[in-house]
């Protein structure tokens, strides 16, 4: 079956085209990414905002005719921490079915955190290696554990994001020392709360899926265009974050829109994405950690198949 899956994330708004088999592969036909922040204000409000539903809208307009000219047979959505937490989320959805004909679902944290894992480790060997997928998202972080091929044995969503920390913590350009310590220090306290210390301890391999990991990937390859298969299965130190999270705190927004491998549009919210991914990392004792492009997209479009 080919299907056409949209991920309306709190940064950004994703389709992946793919084909997929019964005996539970997936083939990838084409994947688009277009920053929507659709959770802009959302931390403070509880509302979407007009403009930025235009623009998840906007978007999934396009991606419909993506679908259509792959002759995609089924066209689903999945919804997350933005509309999961904003009052006016229903609205959205019921905008996004009547205008662009996408089947759209908003699922649970929970829900978020079991596709992430499935599609992160999809088509890796089952292993006896316990094997930890964090997912940074824009309103969210979704920590799952358990072993490949097999049902999470762990997890938890937190209202760790890179657009809600922003929001909450980082109000100059750039950013001020104490600003960067607070925003640590509360997600840092979030994952201590969220996550046992028998888990942190236990894990064997760290997966990072989603724009902070694959930005930070790209950025030290110094990658101009964007090359997927260069970020999936790079293996990102601890102390390359470090540097790279030194490095982009000091600059403006408008050079950190100019550095190599960043996008653009990523600029405004990376700097509190590396900082959540920074203290997991130091949090559950590893030292590097594999960057996947394979997340909640291949999760649900596989989801599909047990439905």
Not at 248 to 273: F, M, Q, S
Request: aromatic share 2%.
């Amino acid at each position: 079956m080919r299907l056409a899956v949209a991920d309306l994330g709190t940064n950004s708004t994703r389709l992946l085209v793919a084909d997929v088999a019964a005996s539970g592969q997936l083939t990838q036909i084409e994947r688009h990414t277009t920053v929507t922040r659709l959770g802009e204000g959302v931390d403070g409000s509880s509302r979407l905002q007009p403009a930025a539903i235009d623009r998840v809208l906007a978007a999934l307009t396009s991606y419909r005719e993506i679908a259509d000219a792959a002759a995609a047979e089924q066209r689903i959505a999945v919804a997350t921490s933005a509309v999961r937490d904003a009052d006016n989320g229903a609205e959205l959805a019921d905008r996004v079915r009547d205008e662009t004909g996408f089947d759209i679902r908003t699922i649970t944290g929970d829900e978020e955190a079991r596709l992430t894992f499935l599609g992160a480790t999809a088509g890796r060997a089952p292993a006896s290696a316990e094997t930890l997928v964090i997912d940074i998202g824009g309103g969210s972080t979704e920590f799952v554990s358990g072993h490949p091929g097999e049902t999470p044995s762990f997890h938890v969503s937190t209202n760790l994001g890179s657009v809600r920390q922003t929001e909450r913590h980082l109000a100059h350009d750039p950013p001020r020392h104490g600003e960067l310590e607070a925003l640590a220090d509360e997600a840092c306290r979030i994952i201590v709360d969220a996550v046992p210390a028998e888990i942190r301890t236990s894990v064997d391999k760290l997966i990072a899926v989603a724009g902070t990991p694959t930005s930070l990937a790209a950025i030290d390859q110094k990658l101009a265009p964007y090359d997927p298969e260069k970020v999936d299965g790079y293996d990102l130190e601890l102390a390359t974050a470090e540097r790279i999270l030194a490095q982009l705190a000091v600059l403006p927004l408008e050079r950190r829109r100019a550095v190599t491998g960043l996008h653009p549009d990523r600029a405004p919210t990376i700097v509190a994405g590396v900082v959540i991914l920074v203290e997991a990392l130091r949090l559950f004792g590893v030292r590097n950690v594999e960057v996947s492009e394979s997340d909640i997209l291949d999760g649900a479009a596989l989801a599909t198949l047990i439905q």
